[in-house]
């Protein structure tokens, strides 16, 4: 199947700092990528859809100012958590859509920890 | 609107029983569905798929999985549970309309496999 990465697999970042998740597409081009937080025990909760070369739709409750994202290419979307603080330590997990084949491949996942 | 109904967060069988993990959708339109394994701390894994055509799927490891309409289930089966079938299962729906592309997760189910 086809390969997405996640960077970093890990992430201890002090409160009011900012951190960067990348999500890459290694085998295939994706127009649509999808960013995920899962919390423990519990299952995925899409954040927002991210489309290459246009803003990306945030899913209701998600503060699109906090999470910004950036599809600059086919084959890169970035997350970044602004001004994190403690309640934002999670697990964040991207997608690549695969079109015409609707099928959704899921990167590795990062660990944040904020302090 | 689409949801998916994952009866049993946690199921057990020994090894070389049938796992038989429980899913059920509720979509308005035509749904694909997917099942999803979640390793502990890793991202999905795609074990099958639904888009269309014949209702019984095939997938890796040995998993298939049977779309019924008619009960709007998509149950997913192994005939002999392996020890490194143990893992977190997710049940998804994916449909058209405004929701298009995204997918709903279910709320998971834990696979324990004994000895």
């Known amino acids: 199947g086809a390969v997405v990465s996640q960077h970093p697999s890990r992430v201890i970042c002090k409160s009011g700092t900012s951190v960067k998740i990348e999500c890459r597409s290694l085998?295939?081009?994706?127009?649509?990528m999808f960013w995920y937080r899962q919390f423990p025990k519990q299952s995925l909760m899409l954040m927002a859809t991210?489309?290459?070369?246009?803003?990306?739709?945030?899913e209701q409750g998600v503060e699109k100012d906090k999470f910004l994202i950036n599809h600059a290419s086919l084959t890169l979307s970035t997350l970044t958590v602004t001004s994190a603080h403690p309640e934002d330590s999670s697990f964040y997990i991207c997608?690549?859509?695969?079109?015409?084949?609707?099928?959704?491949?899921f990167g590795p996942g990062t660990r944040l920890l904020v302090l | 609107a689409q949801s998916v109904t994952q009866l049993g967060s946690h199921v057990s069988v020994s090894e070389g029983a049938l796992v038989l993990l429980r899913c059920n959708y509720s979509?308005?339109?035509?749904?694909?569905l997917f099942w999803y394994v979640q390793y502990p701390n890793q991202g999905l894994q795609l074990l099958l798929k639904?888009?269309?055509?014949?209702?019984l799927v095939k997938g890796i490891n040995g998993f298939e999985a049977e779309f019924k309409k008619s009960e709007t289930s998509f149950h997913l089966t192994k005939p002999s549970a392996h020890m490194s079938d143990a893992a977190e299962y997710f049940c998804?729906?994916?449909?058209?309309?405004?929701?298009?592309?995204?997918?709903?997760f279910g709320q998971g189910t834990i696979l324990t496999v004994h000895p």
């Open positions: 997608s690549a859509r695969d079109s015409p084949l609707e099928t959704q491949y």
């Open positions: 085998d295939f081009q994706a127009t649509t």
């Open positions: 991210s489309n290459e070369g246009s803003k990306a739709t945030y």
């Open positions: 979509s308005s339109v035509p749904p694909y």
């Open positions: 639904y888009t269309a055509g014949a209702t």
């Open positions: 998804a729906v994916s449909a058209g309309g405004t929701s298009y592309g995204k997918l709903t």
